[in-house]
């Protein structure tokens, strides 16, 4: 499982995990809790294996790195325990994670595991079991997970926005208003520069800057997973979107921001909230709101649909994958190469590009 399945956060994650609502189901397995050895080296083992599954599952998320992976691995797991809770009829303990219970689970997200009782989605079933099978090694059930894999499933490539999508996105803030000069450039410095969520919420005012002083275009240097940081290309459009935000900013103080003040705030409704930077929830409200709006298909009014159309146009445009992997901040180049989908309607400007290069020889060859 690679990172970018779970990258999503705040009311993202929430709907993920509302597309897994629990179903009526039963499962066939043993409700006896495992018989406690107080003497030897089993001890400890089987002291485990009967405390709650609920605060268990809570501790080992609370270890991941970042908040927004830690809400995501809380809300799976508390998914999972609450159906398994359900199969039970009491509290599940860690003893109940077992290979039948997580290939009950498997088959229970196959089958009606969706929203409304739908098959959840097969990338979705994947992640959830995959995330299970994890919690369980945590755990130390290896041995009773061995026999039981995430269901396979060949990811196609992510949906994403038209350039008709994408413009009508862009002329439903009312850029009259400090609120509609913010959400456009918000807009913008998605769609054009293909940030993650998270890393847009955490850019600050230095962050904005020209590499070198004769430098054509702005960079943004983000903040990415793990802590790594990359320079993001910023065009003109989104540099002049931000240019008309950063002059009404309400920490700009009619002079300028300084370096640490966050970049895209909330607008408070009342003089005393401060305007501190945007929640997740505020990020994909703007976005949802914006995009329902427009038109766009609800399944679409999300931050990571821009992020997707950014990584598509790219690569549609000609742009080098390795090239969009480096300013998307992946890992691994096979997560970027999803996004170079093969498109029926393109078919013929494959042909095009040879033509154009065999004119290009023959012109070379008269001269």
Same mark, same amino acid.
């Given at each position: 499982m690679t990172g970018e399945q779970l990258e999503l956060t705040?009311?993202? #994650?929430?709907?993920?995990? !509302?597309? &897994?609502?629990?179903?009526?189901? $039963?499962?066939?397995? /043993?409700?006896?809790?495992? =018989?406690?050895?107080?003497?030897?080296?089993?001890?400890?083992?089987?002291?485990?294996?009967?405390?709650?599954?609920?605060?268990?599952?809570?501790?080992?998320?609370?270890?991941?790195?970042?908040?927004?992976?830690?809400?995501?691995?809380?809300?799976?797991?508390?998914?999972? #325990?609450?159906?398994?809770? !359900?199969? &039970?009829?009491?509290?599940?303990? $860690?003893?109940?994670? /077992?290979?039948?219970?997580? =290939?009950?689970?498997?088959?229970?997200?196959?089958?009606?595991?969706?929203?409304?009782?739908?098959?959840?989605?097969?990338?979705?079933?994947?992640v959830y079991v995959s995330m299970v099978r994890a919690l369980a090694r945590q755990l130390g059930r290896e041995d009773a997970i061995a026999d039981v894999h995430a269901p396979r499933h060949e990811p196609g490539p992510p949906e994403t926005l038209t350039d008709t999508d994408y413009a009508n996105l862009l002329r439903v803030p009312d850029r009259r208003s400090i609120a509609g000069k913010r959400d456009y450039a918000l807009l913008r410095v998605l769609g054009d520069c293909g940030l993650r969520s998270a890393e847009l919420r955490g850019l600050r005012a230095q962050d904005l800057r020209r590499p070198r002083s004769n430098a054509r275009h702005y960079r943004l240097f983000v903040r990415g997973k793990g802590g790594r940081e990359r320079e993001v290309p910023v065009p003109e459009a989104a540099q002049a979107a931000l240019d008309a935000w950063t002059k009404v900013h309400p920490l700009a103080r009619g002079i300028a921001l300084r370096d640490e003040d966050a970049l895209l705030v909330r607008l408070g409704r009342h003089a005393r909230q401060?305007?501190?930077?945007?929640?997740?929830?505020?990020?994909?409200?703007?976005?949802?709101?914006?995009?329902?709006?427009?038109?766009?298909?609800?399944?679409?009014?999300?931050?990571?649909?821009?992020?997707?159309?950014w990584a598509t146009h790219c690569l549609e445009a000609g742009v080098p994958v390795h090239e969009v992997s480096a300013r998307l901040g992946h890992v691994d180049l096979r997560t970027t190469a999803r996004y170079a989908t093969a498109r029926e309607e393109r078919v013929d400007s494959i042909a095009d590009v040879l033509d154009r290069q065999e004119q290009q020889r023959r012109r070379a060859g008269q001269r």
């Open positions: 705040g009311p993202e #994650a929430l709907a993920a995990v !509302e597309d &897994l609502d629990v179903i009526e189901g $039963v499962i066939a397995i /043993d409700q006896r809790p495992p =018989a406690i050895v107080r003497t030897g080296a089993d001890r400890t083992v089987d002291e485990l294996a009967q405390r709650n599954l609920f605060g268990e599952a809570e501790r080992i998320a609370a270890r991941a790195s970042s908040p927004g992976t830690r809400r995501q691995y809380a809300a799976i797991y508390r998914t999972f #325990a609450h159906w398994l809770r !359900e199969q &039970l009829g009491r509290p599940p303990i $860690v003893g109940d994670l /077992d290979a039948d219970v997580i =290939a009950a689970y498997s088959r229970h997200l196959a089958a009606s595991g969706g929203r409304g009782g739908r098959p959840a989605a097969p990338a979705t079933a994947r401060e305007p501190v930077a945007l929640s997740a929830e505020a990020v994909y409200r703007i976005v949802s709101r914006d995009a329902l709006a427009a038109g766009v298909p609800g399944r679409l009014a999300h931050p990571h649909a821009l992020r997707a159309y």
